[in-house]
């Protein structure tokens, strides 16, 4: 290895270019957000959909090569995702693909499917079985909610 070499190594950029460097973004990541942040419109200002309201769009995730986008929702009653929220954003999926292409300056639309977002529910239960193992043997444990 030469000195030339070792001078290369050793060699750090500036610090503007160092921050620029951190923040090299994918692509796909920035469509997804973008994706996010209109779905998010669409539903709370285009569905008229009763199945449909009280729904967030908590995260999406987009293949490489932009073809299809997993949408995480969550609803304001959990207990009927299944029967009545999820029936009703896939009859609307189309619509909302409509709506996402016009917004959207991609050369295609990305597919898009539905999915049930349930990190609140494993965060809950984490956070419960941590409170557990706090408490003392003879101690009762918080009276649950209902």
Known sequence: MSLYDLRLKSYKL????????????????????????????????????????????????????????????????????????????????GFIRTELGRRLNLRYTPELVFFRDTSAEYGNRIEKLLDSLHEEPGEPGPLPLS
Not at 39 to 51: H, Q, W
Not at 67 to 72: E, N
Request: without cysteine.
């Open 14 to 93: 500036p610090l503007i270019f160092q921050a620029m460097a951190k923040t090299n973004v994918s692509r796909a990541t920035r469509v997804a957000d973008q994706i996010r942040m209109e779905v998010a419109e669409i539903l709370s200002r285009k569905i008229k959909d009763p199945r449909i309201q009280f729904v967030t769009v908590t995260d999406v995730t987009v293949t490489a090569d932009l073809k299809i986008a997993r949408v995480y929702v969550t609803a304001l009653d959990q207990d009927h995702f299944d029967q009545v929220t999820g029936p009703g954003l896939k009859s609307a999926v």
